[in-house]
Structure formats: structure tokens, C-alpha cells
């Protein structure tokens, strides 16, 4: 009689769990000895290993460079466009002191005054 209900009413199934370690105990297991890779084949894989790695590095060197190139393009353009904004600033500069409205305020100021009925000096650039 056959109880498949409770586990702990089995008693059928512990001589059947004895037979089979009983059985399995004598037998001894075969290890299967697996080859070992041959030599060629070996050095083929490190060769392997040896290019994707030369690749690897190569594309790394290459973008470094890049990487510093774009940098310095970056840095020249900054002083470019600093070095520009003060040559607009000295340009306005140079323009405000050559107006003649104020040297003629600041000729005034200083006491030098034209007499009259005198022409003006006019220096020219050509050595006339």
C-alpha cells in the first residue's frame, strides 16, 4: 500500500533511497581528462590578443591628439576674441582724443590761443 499524501508517512521510500546510495557508493565515477589547447593555437589567441589591444591604443592616441588640437583651436579662439574687444576699446579710445571739439576745449583750457586775424597751422602728413 502506497501513501502519496503526508511525507511523513512515507515508510515505503526510505529502503528504496538506501538501494540507490547503495548502488551509487561502489561505482566509481571516470573523470574525463580534457586535452589541453594546442601551442599553435595558444600563440594564435595572444597574437589575437596582441592586435585588438595595438588597435585599441592607436584609436586612443589618435583621439588624444584630437582632444588637444580642439583644445588649442578652443584656447586661440578666446585670446582671439579677447584681443579683439580690446582693439574695439582702443579704437573707440583713439577716437575720443582725436575729436576736435575737445582738443580745441582742452587747448583753451591749457591758455594756447589763436590770434587773431592769423591762419591756423595746419601740419600735414606728407612733409609739404
Known amino acids: 500500500m502506497r501513501y502519496y499524501g503526508n511525507l511523513a508517512v512515507r515508510e515505503e521510500r526510505q ?23 594546442p601551442v599553435g593555437e595558444k600563440l594564435l589567441y595572444l597574437l589575437t590578443v596582441f592586435v585588438f589591444v595595438g588597435v585599441a591604443g592607436l584609436i586612443l592616441y ?26 574695439k576699446e582702443l579704437q573707440r579710445e583713439v577716437d575720443k582724443l582725436r575729436d576736435p571739439a575737445r582738443i580745441n576745449d582742452l587747448a583753451t583750457k591749457l591758455g594756447f590761443v589763436q590770434p587773431s586775424g592769423q591762419q591756423p597751422i595746419t601740419l600735414s602728413t606728407k612733409g609739404d
Not at 538506501?18 to 566509481?28: D, G, L
Request: proline share 4%.
Open 62 to 87: 589618435r583621439n588624444a591628439g584630437l582632444y588637444e588640437m580642439n583644445r588649442d583651436i578652443q584656447k586661440m579662439t578666446n585670446e582671439y576674441e579677447t584681443s579683439a574687444d580690446q582693439s
Open 15 to 37: 529502503p528504496e533511497q538506501k538501494k540507490q546510495q547503495r548502488t551509487a557508493a561502489p561505482q566509481t565515477a571516470s573523470q574525463v581528462r580534457r586535452k589541453s589547447i
